[in-house]
């Protein structure tokens, strides 16, 4: 588990190739408590640590991870957002996350305003359903709120605030328009879903749930 709350920015050293799924992190000499075995978050996505130094690590990336994620669109020099997990007892700075990306999502736009800039995103709406104004989502695990949340079709759109220290210590200083970004959203609105789906489907039909 994680809890959205970047501790590191990563550079890409080795980017994935085609018939190599490997890829290599460096990271801060201070930050470097990484052992095989461990997990990781980058750019949000839980990836199991395969080998590490003291300035690097290297994981492997399977298939459903690439088509999930922006991690393949990851190029040599590239900076990433790292968290490393959760320990028991540890504070939960931003919000519960598992690390299990839902898809992706496209900035469409950054707009400062004061001290802040407003984020606009768009993704599915079959994740948008899950998004609530004042709720929390994950983009590229960084845990933020959700300040608007417009439905358009088939897509939603979404309005973030970023705060001077996400600006400051996360990738999002480096969004433009057209990026693409990980996106986990709420669990527990899929899990209520889930459960509320036959008896939902029954109601539907008629039948007393």
């Given at each position: 588990?994680?809890?959205?709350?970047v501790?590191?920015?990563?550079?890409v050293?080795?980017?994935?190739?085609?018939?190599?799924?490997?890829?290599?992190?460096a990271?801060?000499?201070?930050w470097?408590?990484?052992?095989?075995?461990?997990?990781?978050a980058?750019?949000?996505?839980?990836?199991?640590?395969v080998?590490?130094?003291?300035?690097?690590?290297?994981?492997d990336?399977?298939?459903?991870?690439l088509?999930?994620?922006n991690?393949?669109?990851?190029?040599?020099?590239?900076?990433?957002n790292l968290e490393?997990?959760?320990?028991?007892?540890?504070?939960v700075?931003?919000?519960?996350?598992?690390?299990?990306?839902?898809?992706?999502?496209?900035?469409?736009?950054?707009?400062?305003?004061?001290?802040a800039?407003?984020?606009?995103?768009e993704?599915e709406?079959?994740?948008?359903?899950?998004?609530?104004?004042q709720?929390a989502?994950?983009?590229?695990?960084?845990?933020?709120?959700l300040?608007?949340?417009?439905?358009?079709?088939?897509?939603?759109?979404?309005?973030?605030?970023?705060?001077p220290?996400?600006?400051?210590?996360?990738?999002?200083?480096?969004?433009?328009?057209?990026?693409?970004v990980?996106?986990?959203?709420?669990?527990?609105?899929?899990?209520?879903?889930?459960?509320?789906?036959?008896?939902?489907?029954r109601?539907?039909a008629?039948?007393?749930?």
């Amino acid at each position: 588990m994680f809890s959205g709350i970047v501790t590191a920015l990563g550079q890409v050293a080795s980017p994935l190739r085609p018939g190599d799924p490997t890829l290599r992190l460096a990271h801060p000499l201070a930050w470097g408590h990484l052992a095989p075995g461990d997990s990781v978050a980058v750019n949000g996505c839980c990836l199991t640590v395969v080998a590490a130094s003291p300035e690097q690590a290297r994981v492997d990336v399977v298939p459903e991870t690439l088509r999930r994620t922006n991690l393949g669109l990851l190029r040599k020099g590239d900076r990433v957002n790292l968290e490393a997990a959760l320990g028991l007892g540890e504070a939960v700075g931003g919000h519960l996350l598992s690390g299990h990306i839902d898809g992706t999502g496209r900035v469409l736009g950054l707009e400062p305003e004061g001290n802040a800039v407003w984020l606009t995103l768009e993704l599915e709406a079959r994740l948008g359903r899950y998004c609530v104004p004042q709720g929390a989502i994950a983009l590229d695990g960084c845990s933020l709120t959700l300040v608007e949340v417009a439905d358009e079709g088939p897509a939603t759109r979404l309005r973030i605030s970023l705060i001077p220290h996400t600006l400051a210590s996360t990738i999002a200083a480096a969004y433009r328009p057209g990026t693409v970004v990980n996106v986990e959203v709420d669990s527990l609105a899929k899990l209520v879903e889930r459960l509320l789906e036959p008896h939902l489907a029954r109601a539907g039909a008629g039948e007393v749930a």
